[in-house]
């Protein structure tokens, strides 16, 4: 099938990508990458009289950090930031992430922005921007609005973004020499979307201690409990409490499903906890 015609606009700067979005009579729809818009163009699952490209628009394009902060752009690709051309402020957590995206002919066209706003709750970006406790950037012609990644998925390809906003660029915390990760993607093979997710990441210097479950039907879940036990008593006794507050939070999904999450959690711990014994 191919897609249905439609008017293709390639915006010099921001506000003028956002007043074609803001033209009710448009209906025109962002165009990034195009790895997930694309396939629902062409099977008409989407049907947009305009797409806007956003991808040569500069204010999408930066990277910058302060002492505690650092912001990326929403149309980094992911071989971008796999790449390092992106500069990295996470201690390679999020290169190694991208790393494990899909296949590389995606990466090169697909963006971090892109797959946020796609709002797969499959997608890796996701898990790992609500895992090191991000911000996602919101523009619209009213102003800018900030949602923390945890929140920021409304239910399985729904999110935050509004038709007329352009997610800009993402907020995350920069951690320090100290800082120690495990991410686990639980998938059949490489290149696929993960069946289970579990990321780790403890920032003693940053008091940032946090764990989160992912590829849930909905919103990643946040571990708190074993957080706290990992900032408390070390990754190894964090471990031991993963499966009761995986089972108390999904108690609704079938057993199997908890079983893939446990264990992609149990395993990012024990990425820290080799990182500790080394
Ligand atoms: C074969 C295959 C395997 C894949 N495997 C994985 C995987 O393992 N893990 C994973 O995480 N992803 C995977 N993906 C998805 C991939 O990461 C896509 O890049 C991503 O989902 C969409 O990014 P994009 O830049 O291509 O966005 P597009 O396809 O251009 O857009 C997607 C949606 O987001 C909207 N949008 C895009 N950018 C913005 C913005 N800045 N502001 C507001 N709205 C915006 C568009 O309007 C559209 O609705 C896979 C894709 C394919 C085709």
């Given at each position: ?8 606009v390639?915006p010099?700067?921001l506000q003028e990508a956002l007043a074609l979005l803001a033209d009710e009579n448009a209906n025109a729809k962002v165009f ?16 947009p009289s305009k797409l806007v490209d956003i ?83 919101l523009r619209g012609q009213a ?18 973004v509004g038709s007329a906003e352009i997610l ?111």
């Amino acid at each position: 099938m191919k897609p249905a015609p439609f008017d293709y606009v390639r915006p010099r700067d921001l506000q003028e990508a956002l007043a074609l979005l803001a033209d009710e009579n448009a209906n025109a729809k962002v165009f990034a990458g195009g790895q997930s818009l694309g396939p629902m163009l062409n099977l008409r699952l989407a049907r947009p009289s305009k797409l806007v490209d956003i991808r040569h628009i500069p204010d999408l394009r930066v990277v910058r950090a302060d002492s505690r902060s650092w912001w990326i752009g929403a149309t980094f690709t992911h071989a971008e930031i796999e790449d390092g051309v992106a500069d990295d402020f996470s201690c390679g957590l999020l290169p190694f992430v991208a790393r494990g995206i899909a296949y590389r002919a995606v990466r090169n066209r697909g963006t971090v922005g892109g797959s946020l706003a796609h709002a797969d709750p499959a997608a890796d970006w996701l898990s790992t921007m609500a895992a090191v406790g991000a911000t996602i950037v919101l523009r619209g012609q009213a102003g800018e609005r900030r949602v923390p990644a945890q929140q920021f998925l409304l239910g399985a390809f729904t999110s935050e973004v509004g038709s007329a906003e352009i997610l800009t660029a993402i907020e995350l915390p920069r951690l320090s020499a100290m800082a120690r990760w495990g991410y686990y993607k639980v998938c059949r093979k490489t290149g696929e979307f993960a069946k289970a997710i579990g990321v780790t990441i403890q920032d003693p210097q940053i008091g940032l201690f946090r764990i989160l479950a992912g590829s849930t039907e909905g919103r990643p879940l946040m571990l708190a409990r074993s957080a706290e036990i990992l900032a408390n008593r070390g990754p190894d006794r964090a471990a031991r409490e993963v499966r009761d507050e995986i089972d108390a939070a999904l108690s609704h999904v079938e057993p199997g499903r908890r079983q893939q999450l446990v264990v992609a959690v149990r395993r990012s711990l024990q990425k820290i906890s080799l990182l500790e014994a080394a």
